[in-house]
């Protein structure tokens, strides 16, 4: 059931997954914003204005981090992620401010958490976020923690076993941010991805389709790719509050 303060827009949808994480916040808003009523509008306006005037910690709990909670009720589920992670940027939240919304929060703001990093921790302070999800078995958790921060940051033993959870529990491989380029002749993880497949097979369990085309990438040979778009930080494509 659609919820009512969100409009009918079935061809743009928000998209599961990273892409959240790997759009900018002034993008992000602007798609958001067309496609909520007059009432969850002037909610998300108002959310934005208070964390942009009172940002990071006050008191044992700010209002924006209030604001995180509501945000599925008030803007509908389907556009809740994206919300959370406005609010996050607005509040300019910092990796302790972070921390405790991920400690704290349920696993949907936990998501929102991870999918916000990259716009708000130029630096791997926050990696043990992402290696936290990384060890559970919520694959929507997970697909979040696979996002362009652990592209920028996370080391390359820990990177190679999140791909392998990600065949493990069944997470599309294209929720990788900058998988390409990561895994482009990486002998050790072509390594790893042939030794799994060699014990589902001798298990007699398929193999999954997305393990060849990782496998494929691992190709030393191969025209390295291009470098993924930096919209972390220190880029221009941010945004403090709404939209001017």
């Given at each position: 059931m659609t919820h009512p303060h969100a409009h009918q827009a079935p061809s743009t949808t928000d998209t599961p997954g990273t892409t959240h994480a790997r759009t900018p916040p002034a993008q992000l808003?602007?798609?958001?914003?067309?496609?909520?009523?007059?009432?969850?509008?002037?909610?998300?306006?108002?959310?934005?204005?208070?964390?942009?005037?009172h940002p990071g910690a006050h008191g044992p709990i700010s209002?924006?981090?209030?604001?995180?909670?509501?945000?599925?009720?008030?803007?509908?589920p389907e556009h809740a992620d994206a919300v959370r992670i406005l609010i996050?940027?607005?509040?300019?939240?910092?990796?302790d401010a972070l921390t405790r919304v991920y400690a704290q929060g349920t696993a949907a703001e936990r998501r929102a958490v991870l999918r916000a990093l990259p716009y708000l921790v130029p630096g791997p302070e926050a990696l043990p976020l992402v290696e936290?999800?990384?060890?559970?078995?919520?694959?929507?958790?997970?697909?979040a923690a696979v996002g362009p921060y652990a592209a920028r940051?996370?080391?390359?033993?820990?990177?190679?076993?999140?791909?392998?959870?990600?065949?493990?529990?069944?997470?599309p491989v294209t929720e990788v941010a900058d998988l390409d380029r990561r895994a482009h002749a990486d002998a050790e993880l072509a390594r790893m991805l042939a030794d799994y497949a060699a014990e589902r097979t001798a298990a007699g369990r398929p193999v999954p389709h997305d393990l060849h085309r990782v496998l494929t990438l691992?190709?030393?040979?191969?025209?390295?790719?291009?470098p993924a778009a930096d919209h972390g930080p220190n880029g221009s494509d941010g945004i403090h509050g709404k939209d001017s």
């Open positions: 808003h602007s798609h958001i914003a067309a496609h909520l009523d007059d009432t969850a509008r002037a909610w998300l306006d108002q959310a934005l204005d208070e964390a942009a005037a209002v924006w981090e209030l604001r995180l909670a509501e945000a599925g009720r008030r803007c509908g996050l940027h607005a509040a300019r939240a910092d990796t936290d999800a990384l060890r559970t078995n919520d694959t929507r958790l997970l697909a940051h996370l080391a390359p033993h820990h990177w190679r076993h999140a791909i392998l959870k990600c065949l493990f529990t069944g997470i691992t190709d030393p040979t191969a025209t390295p790719p291009e």
